[in-house]
């Protein structure tokens, strides 16, 4: 059986060929391999949005956010989408999430 490292960049491998349906499909092997590997998820919304798929994105990243609220950059990704389908204040407010918890990771590490 594939490592969870062995099939996300096989997905990642996809997605830079621009094989978008083919690297949904590896993303979506690879989530339900590894249930909670957060790259599995960014992955598979990074792959929707550039399908412009945005509710899927936005779910796919949701997920993520579920599996580590404290992550900066799933709250990056979940603006860019929110911003891609017009929701500003939902982008806004999810660019603040993703500062707040940069600000919060920056001041706990000195």
């Known amino acids: ?9 096989a997905a990642l491998t996809l997605f830079a060929e621009n094989d978008l349906e083919a690297a ?3 993303f979506k092997e690879l989530i339900e391999t590894y249930p909670e590997y957060i790259d599995g998820f960014l992955g598979l919304g990074h792959a929707y949005e ?3 798929l945005y509710d ?3 779910e796919a990243i949701q997920k993520a956010i579920e599996i580590n609220p404290k ?3 799933v709250y990056t990704s979940l603006s860019m989408c929110y911003q891609r389908k017009g929701m500003i204040q939902e982008a806004e407010d999810a660019m603040a999430k ?3 918890l940069q600000m919060e990771a920056s001041a706990s590490s000195t």
């Open 1 to 9: 059986m594939p490592t969870e490292v062995e099939l996300y960049d």
């Open 24 to 26: 949904v499909n590896a």
């Open 50 to 52: 550039r399908m412009s």
């Open 56 to 58: 899927e994105a936005i």
């Open 71 to 73: 992550d900066p950059l």
């Open 98 to 100: 993703s500062q707040q």
